[in-house]
């Protein structure tokens, strides 16, 4: 009841406020959703279930802004939910109930020199039914001050306390508390300096364990251009202290957060042989903005291809858990619906996998996956996993899943973490670029990367090489670089040879090809490794609407240990429009060779293809037809096909009134599974802020392994003002 007395206050004070004071707003909404539906599966036992559930949601937001004076905000504000559920299977009826309350105060001071920032934010989630009584709490105090004058060091200092507890603080009672303060500065334009000092205490009192965490950094870049833009030099030298001393009588669990060189993704279906690419975005700290991976469910013909999430650890290090956060709540159906394949690899190219994690814990309060497994040793590592699946309840509610962070980290027992340790990390990066001709364009280049760890051996990177650039006319130019890297490894020293070179011709502005040559030699203490590969990319417009890629390449490597590896890639896509309503794209990718010699002798195939065939129809601006067919062999699978047909039709796009019939149907030849769901839908729009929807889905799931068929009828109603 203390929340609905907070929320109709604020509304009371809203109202009862001049409805022409423009220092003030209140906005909100209410939003009712019924649900019923009734779930039948049998499995290889021939045992049945059947499971009859009925639901009802509420949601209550109110949010208040008030600008007292210029340059001041208040915001007050909620969230509350509440679901009523029952559920029958088997002549088993369970009723539950859900509520989460959200309230929150925020209060900003903000002009161009200083500003401050004030705000508690609580949540409760409570749960009731089927003889359990839960109450889970999370309460967050926040306070910045920050300072920023003109041409004088910008500084910032960030108070946070959170307390998680459950509502008798019998099962989690923790507190954390950080004091954070940074400082920027630009003395020069080409001098950049950056320092942090932060205090981190967690008190687990449950467990009778604490974590103190002293840590502070410094950053200092520097950059310049001399002699006309002839020289470019650049350094960058940072510095990490970090304290920690756990106190526990037995209990907890200690959690080492790793620092990776680089962010990697992409998008790909063959996760064997792949380069992920650098993605900064995916270890920037910030765990709102998105890194550019989408999980949410696809529109149909959209990329439901795996997504291939990874870090660069830079050196061979032990962990037993990623954390993946996402920028929004996930209810328990749709977050248990993703798998989570782990790979690791030394070089970002082979990977290895290691095991699926299914499912991975979610929230409740953070909203993170955290996937944990037995420990691993790897430089390289990645979990890949598909876009929202269809027929996972209520998944078109979620077209954006949009991933923030990645972490890795090594979770231990607290008793193995007592007692003080500290550990200090120094990087080095310098880079010299020296211009020596303009025709042709010819570079050299100088950079120096130096880490050092703790009491460990430093470890360093020297590279000297020359890079050439020259364009003849319009059509064809070169490009080569040669290189030699002198480095210190925790292995030993190791010498390496560098070496790419490339031909581009675009004789027409249809028709664009090139050639890249490249390679690397290294010998590490006597162990040499060798790579080299040659790769022609070709795109053409072979006419007003066909256009082809096609991308073939050969590639052989020898490790340290002997193994040899020799590989053939072909990557073909050739996109048709023979109409404006059509389109059609073809889809081959094949990776074929071997792999032989190492400490076995063995010899294996590294063989993994796919080919795709896709067809999008839309003869009328509200009907739609998609068809697709797509096989794949793959070295830890036998070959599978995949066969999706999906329609979707709008009859009445436009005005209040608006209707949406899609159908979607899809075969896997590995599970013998078929799944077809139909999902009609109505959406009336009463006013520009209220509307009423009905939604229906019918889906039927047939596999060799089960059986199962769903139905479900969901009314909603969303009120804005």
């Known amino acids: 009841m203390k929340a609905w007395r907070l929320l109709l206050l604020a509304a009371g004070a809203a109202a009862l406020a001049p409805a022409d004071l423009p220092a003030q707003e209140v906005n909100g909404y209410v939003e009712l959703t019924a649900t019923k539906s009734r779930s039948e599966g049998e499995d290889v036992t021939s045992q049945r279930t059947t499971r009859d559930t009925d639901s009802f949601l509420q949601r209550y937001s109110l949010d208040w802004q008030l600008r007292p004076t210029p340059g001041v905000q208040v915001l007050l504000g909620g969230l509350f939910e509440r679901t009523d559920s029952t559920a029958d299977e088997n002549d088993t009826s369970v009723e539950a109930t859900q509520r989460r309350f959200r309230p929150y105060l925020t209060a900003t001071l903000r002009n161009a020199i200083y500003n401050a920032t004030f705000g508690y934010y609580r949540t409760r989630d409570d749960t009731f039914g089927a003889g359990v009584s839960q109450g889970l709490i999370q309460e967050i105090w926040n306070t910045t001050l920050g300072w920023r004058p003109e041409r004088a060091p910008a500084v910032t200092l960030r108070l946070l306390r959170t307390n998680n507890f459950d509502a008798g603080r019998e099962f989690q009672d923790t507190t954390s508390d950080l004091a954070d303060l940074t400082g920027e500065f630009q003395p020069i334009d080409t001098v950049q300096l950056y320092y942090r000092g932060a205090l981190e205490d967690l008190d687990d009192r449950l467990q009778d364990f604490t974590v103190r965490r002293a840590s502070q950094s410094g950053r200092i870049t520097y950059g310049d251009l001399f002699w006309d833009r002839r020289l470019e030099v650049s350094g960058e030298y940072d510095v990490n202290h970090i304290r920690t001393e756990v106190t526990t009588a037995g209990g907890g669990e200690f959690t080492t957060i790793l620092f990776p060189l680089l962010g990697l993704s992409i998008i790909s279906d063959m996760p064997d042989n792949v380069t992920l690419a650098p993605n900064g975005a995916l270890i920037d700290g910030d765990r709102a903005a998105s890194a550019g991976l989408n999980l949410g469910l696809q529109p149909l013909g959209g990329d439901e291809r795996p997504r291939n999430i990874g870090l660069d650890l830079g050196a061979t290090v032990e962990l037993n858990t990623?954390?993946?956060?996402?920028?929004?709540?996930?209810?328990?159906?749709?977050?248990?619906?993703?798998?989570?394949?782990?790979?690791?690899?030394?070089?970002?190219?082979?990977?290895?996998?290691e095991r699926t994690v299914f499912p991975a814990a979610f929230g409740p309060f953070d909203r993170r996956f955290e996937i944990r497994f037995p420990n691993l040793s790897a430089r390289y590592i990645k979990v890949t996993t598909p876009s929202l699946g269809r027929g996972?309840?209520?998944?078109?509610?979620?077209?954006?899943?949009?991933?923030?962070?990645?972490i890795a980290a090594l979770r231990t027992p607290a008793a193995e973490a007592r007692g003080t340790t500290t550990l200090t990390t120094e990087l080095l990066t310098a880079n010299v670029r020296a211009r020596i001709t303009k025709d042709p364009l010819l570079f050299y280049e100088m950079s120096y990367f130096e880490r050092r760890t703790g009491s460990l051996p430093s470890t360093y990177t020297i590279s000297n090489g020359f890079s050439l650039a020259k364009r003849f006319n319009p059509v064809y130019s070169v490009a080569a670089r040669l290189s030699r890297e002198d480095s210190r490894e925790n292995l030993g020293d190791r010498q390496s040879y560098i070496y790419t070179a490339s031909l581009r011709a675009a004789p027409l502005q249809t028709l664009q090809s090139s050639v890249i040559v490249s390679g690397r030699s290294s010998d590490i203490e006597g162990r040499t490794s060798d790579s080299s590969s040659v790769y022609l990319n070709t795109s053409a417009e072979l006419y007003s609407g066909i256009t082809t890629t096609l991308g073939i390449g050969r590639a052989e490597t020898t490790g340290e240990s002997g193994e040899q590896t020799d590989t053939t890639r072909i990557n073909a896509l050739a996109t048709l429009v023979p109409h404006d309503t059509t389109t059609v794209n073809l889809l081959y990718q094949s990776t074929e060779g071997t792999r032989r010699g190492g400490v076995g002798q063995s010899r294996a195939p590294v063989d993994t293809s796919a080919a795709q065939a896709s067809v999008a129809y839309r003869p009328l601006a509200t009907l739609y037809f998609f068809l697709s067919y797509r096989r794949e062999t793959a070295i830890r699978a036998t070959s599978r096909f995949l066969r999706n047909y999906a329609v979707s039709w709008s009859p009445l796009p436009e005005g209040s009134l608006q209707v949406l019939l899609s159908y979607d149907e899809s075969?896997?030849?590995d599970l013998e599974s078929l799944t077809r769901i139909l999902s009609p839908r109505v959406r009336w729009n009463i006013t520009d802020r209220w509307y009423a929807e009905l939604a229906y889905q019918k889906s039927e799931f047939d596999s060799r392994v089960d059986v199962r068929n769903a139905d479900a009828l969901t009314a909603t109603t969303r009120f804005w003002f």
């Open 667 to 669: 075969y896997q030849s």
């Open 322 to 353: 990623i954390q993946v956060w996402v920028d929004r709540d996930l209810t328990q159906p749709i977050a248990g619906s993703f798998a989570w394949d782990i790979y690791t690899s030394p070089d970002n190219l082979n990977w290895t996998f």
């Open 392 to 406: 996972v309840s209520m998944a078109s509610s979620f077209p954006t899943i949009l991933v923030t962070e990645c």
